[in-house]
């Protein structure tokens, strides 16, 4: 008996293999869909949600992404109360929203608000494709112009980061009005001396993309972030040509000149607090 008790501690003390991973109690493995191995899921966690062994960036939330960039205690959330209606009466979407809401602790999907990085002040906007697949509502649409609206009398920098697959079709040209409203908030911004930081995740896409994602000073992504305007079969068969394997890839927007630079999760904190130190005020543009 004592034999079998010592067995079962060492399955559990070391990273089982595919076959006996329904032995394993769920949430302590994660499989990592680029490079399939398994590991113990807080070891992701601790590296940012990047795998130890291939460097894939597994998706954050907004609450996690906040706490691996803004200084502790620092962000004060603006405009949460703000929740989407049912303008167009779509079938099922309140009961859709409703749903994520409860999923996610989010009323949508996006959280915008003011911190400090290292010390240094900015209002930060985060996007989460938990919540409906942070498709851009009239909601959405709001809540970032008025972030922009608070960096401009803050006047401190803007800093956004985007997953999403476009406007939200329940929401119709609603929706799409959302692409006008945001771009417009950034350049009366921009033309105030704003700064503005766009730093793209996976998936950026859509009307996402066409719109405020791409209007930074500074336009970053992650590795690996599929972003683009339509999809690829779509493309595809418009062109009637066979795009390359790492099309829409942020590494090819980066070679093609469409990114400034692709920034490891690990290495984004200390990045743009570099970029916010040389632009503080009183050390040049704001």
């Not at 795998?51 to 960039?69: D, T, V, W």
């Not at 570099?274 to 005020?281: G, Q, V």
Request: overall charge positive; glycine content about 10%; hydrophobic content about 35%.
């Amino acid at each position: 008996m004592l034999k079998d008790i010592f067995a079962k501690k060492k399955k559990y003390a070391t990273i089982p293999s595919e076959n006996a991973k329904n032995d394993v109690p769920e949430g302590i493995l994660t499989k990592c869909p680029k490079c399939k191995k398994i590991v113990y899921t807080k070891e992701i966690h601790k590296n940012l949600k990047v795998c130890p062994g291939c460097g894939y960036h597994h998706p954050m939330n907004a609450q996690e992404r906040i706490g691996s960039l803004a200084d502790e205690g620092s962000f004060k959330e603006i405009n949460r109360e703000l929740t989407s209606g049912n303008p167009l009466s779509f079938p099922d979407y309140e009961e859709k929203v409703e749903k994520d809401r409860v999923k996610t602790g989010l009323n949508e999907a996006v959280v915008t608000g003011s911190c400090t990085i290292e010390g240094h002040k900015a209002v930060l906007t985060i996007m989460d494709s938990n919540f409906r697949m942070g498709s851009m509502g009239s909601v959405v649409g709001e809540k970032i112009a008025a972030a922009v609206k608070l960096a401009e009398q803050q006047q401190v920098p803007f800093i956004i980061f985007t997953a999403s697959g476009g406007a939200r079709m329940q929401e119709g040209v609603l929706s799409l009005m959302q692409m006008a409203k945001t771009s417009t908030a950034l350049k009366k911004f921009s033309d105030a001396g704003g700064l503005i930081i766009s730093v793209m995740t996976h998936p950026t896409t859509g009307g996402v993309s066409a719109s405020f994602a791409s209007l930074g000073d500074y336009n970053f992504a992650e590795p690996g972030a599929l972003i683009g305007f339509a999809g690829r079969r779509v493309i595809e068969q418009t062109v009637r040509e066979k795009l390359p394997d790492d099309f829409q890839t942020s590494e090819f927007l980066l070679e093609h000149g469409q990114l400034d630079r692709v920034i490891p999760r690990n290495d984004m904190k200390p990045q743009l607090t570099t970029i916010l130190s040389l632009h503080e005020r009183g050390a040049g543009a704001w």
